[in-house]
């Protein structure tokens, strides 16, 4: 496994507990370090425990060492990053090293992987690149990985499906046979032609980015026209053809993928001289949204004029990561929300389960930082809500209320029951729900 991070370790731990003797390279050394000493660099439910029982078992194992890593593996995964670049193309520097150093070392036949998001053609290149420096046989596949980080192990363990590109029978037996004991409960293995595969992967985000778009366009119209986005999720979700699924209106989507992946695809549709209307759209709506509850709080706050609008507002911040049962921020809107605060004036104080260390690394000094949710709120005059971890759903109101100094919340997720808010005495501010009324009040 060529990168030990999210996608790595997940299908590294995954593949040993599965009975395969993995072995995780990577080119950070304290990463491996760490690892080598029982820790785990990330936070993904369920790993650090599937990696410590394969360790004690002899089955997975943390190297720096390129060759080791290289030439123990009959089946080699390349799962390095691949961020956007300044253009918004997906670079790809990492997966080329990747594929130099694979053959360079490459010692017999073996089939190259290629799980890292790569746009289409990639693997021609790969496969030019290895073929250059090696005279042993090798197949070259393209295996997307669609796993939720959060849920990555358990989407791992019993994924939707499991996309297999590849021009070769040889490889794609050995696909299959890597992956039989996840697809026992009828989880189709879907194989096709690679570059199928590579847009397979592009495709699948930027649908999920256009339903994250699409819902949040639809939430903003609602508070314009009075109607309440919950109810038309609801009304609307029941439709199999659409489904409630990644329907939430929010403060936009971010993470590692859904933002780069999108900007790739314009890149490559760019590059052929295609236009994606639809998708440049979805791009500018959530561009947009990130800020959308900032503006609510200018709306509610901002008693002057100019750049320091929100000057001497005290906001706690719950929840910094880009979605919940992660420590990732990468492109989280939470940074936004929290670096537009601060350009208003604001004093923002926040508090993430997990994310706090990798926030700081972006965020420095700007914010503070608390030790727990209720510090968090400690004299704050707003509460803002970004990111649905379960222990923010139910908090001790009453709690909540003593700290506070105003009691206005903004739920960026809508996890609250504005009732039950305004009923123990806060202003409720959700997104696209109806301001200040329940649904009962205004039939
Ligand atoms: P990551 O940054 O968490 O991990 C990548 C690791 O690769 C890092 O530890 C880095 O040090 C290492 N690395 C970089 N160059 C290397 C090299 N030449 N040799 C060895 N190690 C090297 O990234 P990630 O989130 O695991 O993503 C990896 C790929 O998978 C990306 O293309 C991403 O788009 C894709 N992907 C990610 C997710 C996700 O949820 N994170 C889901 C599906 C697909």
Same mark, same amino acid.
């Given at each position: 496994?060529?990168?030990?991070?999210?996608?790595?370790?997940?299908?590294?731990?995954?593949?040993?507990?599965?009975?395969?003797?993995?072995?995780?390279?990577?080119?950070?050394?304290?990463?491996?370090?760490?690892?080598?000493?029982?820790?785990?660099?990330?936070?993904?439910?369920?790993?650090?425990?599937?990696?410590?029982?394969?360790?004690?078992?002899?089955?997975?194992?943390?190297?720096?060492?390129?060759?080791?890593?290289?030439?123990?593996?009959?089946?080699?995964?390349?799962?390095?990053?691949?961020?956007?670049?300044?253009?918004?193309?997906?670079?790809?520097?990492?997966?080329?090293?990747?594929?130099?150093?694979?053959?360079?070392?490459?010692?017999?036949?073996?089939?190259?992987?290629?799980?890292?998001?790569?746009?289409?053609?990639?693997?021609?290149?790969?496969?030019?690149?290895?073929?250059?420096?090696?005279?042993?046989?090798?197949?070259?596949?393209?295996?997307?990985?669609?796993?939720?980080?959060?849920?990555?192990?358990?989407?791992?363990?019993?994924?939707?499906?499991?996309?297999?590109?590849?021009?070769?029978?040889?490889?794609?037996?050995?696909?299959?046979?890597?992956?039989?004991?996840?697809?026992?409960?009828?989880?189709?293995?879907?194989?096709?032609?690679?570059?199928?595969?590579?847009?397979?992967?592009?495709?699948?985000?930027?649908?999920?980015?256009?339903?994250?778009?699409?819902? %949040?366009?639809?939430? =903003?119209?609602? &508070?314009? #026209? *009075?109607?309440?986005?919950? $109810? !038309?999720?609801? +009304?609307?979700?029941?439709?199999?053809?659409?489904?409630?699924?990644?329907?939430?209106?929010?403060?936009?989507?971010?993470?590692?993928?859904?933002?780069?992946?999108?900007?790739?695809?314009?890149?490559?549709?760019?590059?052929?001289?295609?236009?994606?209307?639809?998708?440049?759209?979805?791009?500018?709506?959530?561009?947009?949204?990130?800020?959308?509850?900032?503006?609510?709080?200018?709306?509610?706050?901002?008693?002057?004029?100019?750049?320091?609008?929100?000057?001497?507002?005290?906001?706690?911040?719950?929840?910094?990561?880009?979605?919940?049962?992660?420590?990732?921020?990468?492109?989280?809107?939470?940074?936004?929300?929290?670096?537009?605060?601060?350009?208003?004036?604001?004093?923002?104080?926040?508090?993430?389960?997990?994310?706090?260390?990798?926030?700081? %690394?972006?965020?420095? =000094?700007?914010? &503070?930082? #608390? *030790?727990?949710?209720?510090? $968090? !709120?400690?004299? +704050?005059?707003?509460?803002?809500?970004?990111?649905?971890?379960?222990?923010?759903?139910?908090?001790?109101?009453?709690?909540?209320?003593?700290?506070?100094?105003?009691?206005?919340?903004?739920?960026?997720?809508?996890?609250?029951?504005?009732?039950?808010?305004?009923?123990?005495?806060?202003?409720?501010?959700?997104?696209?729900?109806?301001?200040?009324?329940?649904?009962?009040?205004?039939?």
């Amino acid at each position: 496994m060529i990168g030990s991070g999210y996608v790595g370790l997940v299908t590294g731990a995954c593949l040993a507990d599965s009975g395969n003797e993995v072995v995780c390279v990577d080119i950070d050394k304290a990463k491996i370090d760490l690892l080598l000493a029982g820790g785990v660099p990330i936070f993904e439910p369920g790993l650090a425990e599937m990696i410590a029982r394969n360790r004690a078992n002899g089955l997975i194992d943390f190297t720096t060492d390129k060759r080791r890593g290289i030439e123990h593996g009959d089946v080699v995964f390349i799962a390095v990053p691949t961020p956007m670049s300044d253009s918004g193309a997906a670079d790809l520097s990492h997966v080329y090293a990747a594929a130099e150093d694979i053959g360079t070392y490459m010692d017999r036949y073996k089939v190259v992987v290629d799980k890292s998001t790569v746009p289409v053609g990639t693997a021609d290149e790969v496969r030019a690149i290895i073929r250059k420096k090696t005279r042993h046989d090798f197949d070259l596949v393209s295996n997307p990985e669609f796993l939720k980080q959060g849920k990555a192990v358990a989407d791992f363990m019993q994924p939707d499906r499991v996309v297999v590109g590849s021009d070769s029978q040889r490889a794609l037996d050995v696909m299959r046979e890597l992956y039989e004991p996840f697809l026992r409960t009828f989880h189709p293995l879907i194989a096709i032609d690679i570059r199928s595969a590579e847009m397979a992967k592009y495709a699948a985000n930027c649908f999920l980015a256009t339903k994250i778009s699409f819902i %949040n366009e639809i939430s =903003n119209l609602c &508070e314009k #026209a *009075g109607a309440d986005i919950s $109810a !038309v999720r609801e +009304a609307i979700g029941a439709d199999k053809r659409i489904g409630y699924e990644f329907l939430f209106p929010g403060i936009g989507y971010g993470g590692s993928c859904l933002p780069k992946d999108v900007q790739a695809l314009l890149h490559t549709a760019e590059t052929l001289g295609a236009d994606m209307h639809l998708l440049s759209a979805v791009e500018q709506v959530n561009s947009e949204q990130k800020t959308a509850l900032v503006s609510k709080m200018v709306d509610r706050f901002g008693s002057r004029s100019g750049a320091k609008r929100l000057e001497g507002l005290h906001v706690g911040l719950w929840g910094l990561s880009f979605k919940p049962q992660t420590d990732d921020v990468r492109a989280a809107p939470s940074l936004v929300v929290a670096q537009r605060l601060v350009e208003l004036g604001a004093r923002v104080r926040a508090y993430d389960p997990e994310a706090t260390k990798q926030a700081k %690394n972006v965020l420095g =000094n700007s914010i &503070e930082y #608390a *030790g727990n949710m209720y510090d $968090a !709120v400690e004299g +704050a005059d707003a509460l803002v809500l970004l990111t649905e971890w379960k222990q923010f759903q139910r908090p001790a109101l009453q709690h909540v209320k003593s700290a506070m100094r105003q009691h206005v919340v903004f739920d960026g997720r809508n996890i609250y029951d504005p009732d039950r808010l305004r009923a123990d005495g806060f202003e409720y501010h959700g997104m696209g729900r109806l301001r200040g009324r329940t649904m009962e009040e205004t039939e």
